[in-house]
């Protein structure tokens, strides 16, 4: 199966470096037997902040996510847990630009947030661990429950490698490699278990391949995220203006969004969510990511980065007070 591994890039990703966080290599002398143990032990140590020498510092704040961003959501809904709690304990219905900016703030501080990262995955797990019900399946769930919770991380790596077909640079096979390692990373920040990640590419999308195949559905809320007839409220705190103009400009706007979440899922999931894409619209996507690729990155700093990742790079770039005084 296609699972919309993104094309080599014609030029090399840097070298993927050992660093903090990473998963130590098995000692000298260590039987397989040995290897779960060590990793359970990896998966309690206190999980390592971001820095600028990291891909995600690039891509994650960029405000390119905001066009694929929704890919990963609906990756996520269409397993049957996950579009269950969403469709019963959300407010996305309710209140959906606050509950965009909430998921949007969250995700920044996994990234820019330093030591606050790391509270900031103890706090999703506090307030995920009252949400629990029946799925589509009929089968109990909880929201804190291993598979579920690995699956709606485990949705980002797919969609990043998409995101930088299309939007950015594709990644070789080391930045793939460095890009996934990363991802690691950031599961242990949200308190993922070692054990529940898989360690390398190609045991991802073995992984990838069977929850696809085995889980993912067409849910309730998936029918949602991409109709892009629904009706969505102006902007909270939108002024009189916009408010007047918002039947006019949300239309194309929705358009847009639903047409590039499309776009970024992997075909694999495409195919199994019964979500039709043509090779019209293949053409469309790839002329729409050069001109994202040709405008973005000529945009000032303040305007390319959101407000987060902007003060942290800012703040990478500046000395300390004792570097200055000297």
């Not at 950031?186 to 045991?203: A, Q, T």
């Not at 929850?211 to 009706?231: I, N, W």
Request: hydrophobic share 40%; glycine share 8%.
């Amino acid at each position: 199966m296609d699972s919309g591994r993104a094309d080599s890039a014609p030029e090399a990703t840097p070298e993927p470096r050992p660093g903090p966080g990473l998963e130590p290599e098995p000692e000298p002398g260590r039987g397989p037997e040995q290897a779960p143990a060590r990793r359970d032990r990896a998966s309690r140590a206190e999980p390592v902040p971001f820095t600028p020498d990291t891909l995600l510092w690039d891509m994650v704040g960029d405000i390119r996510v905001l066009l694929y961003l929704p890919a990963a959501l609906v990756l996520q809904v269409a397993h049957p847990a996950v579009g269950a709690g969403v469709d019963e304990h959300s407010v996305f219905r309710t209140d959906p630009w606050g509950r965009a900016r909430r998921s949007l703030d969250s995700l920044q501080l996994w990234v820019y947030g330093g030591d606050r990262a790391v509270e900031e995955g103890r706090r999703l797990r506090r307030l995920h661990k009252d949400f629990r019900g029946t799925d589509t399946r009929d089968r109990p769930y909880h929201a804190l429950n291993p598979a579920p919770y690995a699956w709606v991380h485990a949705t980002g790596f797919p969609v990043f490698l998409r995101a930088a077909q299309y939007l950015f640079r594709p990644f070789d096979e080391r930045g793939e490699r460095r890009l996934h390692e990363e991802a690691r990373r950031l599961g242990r920040i949200l308190g993922i278990r070692e054990r529940d990640m898989p360690g390398s590419p190609e045991e991802f999308w073995v992984y990838f391949d069977a929850m696809v195949r085995d889980e993912l559905e067409r849910t309730v809320v998936v029918e949602e995220l991409l109709d892009a007839r629904r009706s969505v409220p102006p902007p909270d705190g939108a002024g009189a203006v916009l408010r007047r103009l918002w039947p006019v400009l949300c239309p194309p706007l929705l358009r847009v969004q639903v047409f590039a979440t499309k776009g970024l899922l992997p075909p694999v999931a495409r195919e199994r969510l019964d979500i039709v894409w043509t090779a019209r619209d293949e053409r469309r996507l790839r002329l729409f990511g050069r001109v994202v690729r040709t405008v973005v990155p000529r945009l000032p700093e303040r305007l390319r980065y959101l407000p987060a990742a902007y003060a942290a790079r800012r703040a990478a770039r500046t000395p300390s007070r004792g570097r200055r005084s000297k």
